[in-house]
């Protein structure tokens, strides 16, 4: 299972809610994370959630994980300008990670 | 310290050089791993290393060579590259690879144009 995908663009007004959507393939993956990269940086590991959970909730971000659907979600709540980025879901997969394509998320005043 | 840090941050480079990208984390990591990242693409990982030894190969072509010499330092060392080369290359850290959550660790990545 190697193909992770997310939307490819998410456009949301400050102070709104961000829910970035990531499709995975692996039901055996223990571990989904979700990283963030700003342009010409690294990645930044924002959070992640163990295979046995549906829900985690750090500040302002909320995953939730439907292993039915193999589907994840990062919902950001109060979105501000400085989390516009591409936003990376992850699954471990045979102990290597793979990274979805990415959503960009666009903030605007 | 909570950081990998990574240099050079750019590389301009022909396909007849040599050069060196370098890695250092001094968090206690054991694992070290390369990524190379395309533009609007993301990252593919291209070699693991585990205790300082190589533990994984993404079937890398051999201009690139890998190398840990301790457990804080990674290279990377790059020859006759080829211009589709180019591109941001990752360097990540965790506390153990294949263990528990192997929450990664990235640096800002060296960002490579081989003319």
């Known amino acids: 299972g190697e193909d992770v995908e997310q939307s490819l663009f998410l456009s949301v007004r400050e102070g709104d809610s961000s829910v970035i959507n990531c499709t995975y393939t692996?039901?055996?993956?223990?571990?989904l994370y979700w990283y963030k990269q700003e342009p010409g940086a690294g990645l930044q590991l924002l959070t992640y959630?163990?295979?046995?959970?549906d829900m985690k909730q750090d500040q302002r971000l909320t995953v939730l994980l439907n292993k039915k659907d193999k589907h994840l979600s990062l919902r950001i709540a109060d979105t501000q300008t400085g989390d516009s980025a591409i936003y990376f879901c992850?699954?471990?997969?045979?102990?290597?990670?793979?990274f979805g394509t990415g959503t960009r998320l666009q903030v605007f005043p | 310290d909570t950081e990998v840090t990574q240099t050079p941050k750019h590389l301009v480079m022909g396909m007849t050089n040599k050069k060196s990208l370098k890695c250092e984390q001094h968090?206690?990591?054991?694992?070290m791993y390369w990524y190379k990242q395309k533009a609007k693409k993301p990252p593919e990982l291209m070699f693991v290393?585990?205790?300082?030894?190589?533990?994984i190969n993404e079937s890398v072509p051999s201009r690139f060579s890998p190398e840990c010499p301790n457990s804080s330092l990674l290279n990377l060392h790059l020859h006759a590259l080829q211009p589709e080369d180019s591109a941001l290359y990752l360097c990540?850290?965790?506390?153990?690879?294949?263990?528990?959550?192997?929450?990664?660790?990235f640096g800002p990545g060296t960002r490579l144009t081989v003319l």
């Open positions: 990540a850290s965790s506390p153990a690879w294949a263990s528990g959550d192997n929450e990664q660790f």
């Open positions: 692996d039901s055996s993956s223990t571990y």
């Open positions: 959630i163990f295979s046995n959970m």
């Open positions: 992850a699954e471990r997969w045979a102990d290597k990670l793979i």
């Open positions: 968090m206690g990591h054991r694992a």
């Open positions: 290393y585990s205790y300082e030894k190589l533990s």
